[in-house]
């Protein structure tokens, strides 16, 4: 006899189960996407949470972020500065102007190359993206032998990169363990104090 279990329609993997086997680890963050996603559930992504949680004592071998920027903000080259300085791999595109005035830089291209170029240095790959547009690279690199883990905001993440990944999490999931704390107001640069790079591996937090 079958055991039933009972799981809510939107848990389609659980936290836990994407912190097993997972070799060697290279992270890809779509920074516009898990802005946006972020701002959905009104929070503000701790940077130095987030590698943690992505890593989970796994062997990092590079984290990257992707992100549009607009070299006149000051504020914004700061904050890409401490990125830098902080475990981040940071992957820069002027933003560019559209017809309707808002502006935005696509890089897509820089995330799909990046992932094919890299496979056979790591084993997992961790996709930080709803974007619906990268599933033929994830598709690319899981035929080579790597696992793919996505993990986004549900309602932001298209279901074509859902079925090609080997893992899912909504991010709304973890969203706690990667929040900064309300202790102070605007940006707080922290260090990476709490965890260690030895070897590769994060530890820590």
């Not at 996709?127 to 619906?132: A, E, F, R, T």
Request: proline share 2%.
């Amino acid at each position: 006899m079958l055991n039933h279990i009972n799981n809510s329609s939107n848990d389609i993997f659980t936290p836990e189960q994407i912190l097993e086997n997972r070799g060697r680890v290279a992270i890809f963050i779509d920074g516009s996407n898990l802005f946006y996603a972020a701002l959905q559930l009104g929070i503000e992504i701790d940077y130095t949470k987030l590698l943690c949680r992505l890593t989970s004592g796994s062997r990092l071998l590079r984290s990257f972020f992707y992100t549009g920027v607009d070299r006149t903000n000051e504020k914004q080259q700061g904050f890409l500065l401490w990125m830098r300085r902080n475990g981040y791999r940071v992957v820069a595109k002027d933003l560019v102007q559209l017809p309707d005035g808002s502006k935005k830089a696509n890089l897509d291209v820089e995330i799909a190359v990046d992932m094919i170029a890299l496979v056979g240095a790591y084993d997992t790959a961790v996709l930080v993206s709803g974007d619906g547009d990268l599933a033929y690279a994830v598709d690319c690199v899981s035929y080579r032998g790597v696992r793919v883990e996505v993990i986004s905001l549900r309602a932001m993440t298209s279901d074509s990169l859902i079925n090609v990944a080997d893992r899912y999490i909504d991010l709304e999931a973890i969203k706690d363990e990667i929040q900064k704390t309300p202790r102070s107001p605007g940006y707080s640069y922290r260090p990476l104090s709490s965890i260690s790079l030895i070897d590769g591996k994060v530890e820590g937090a």
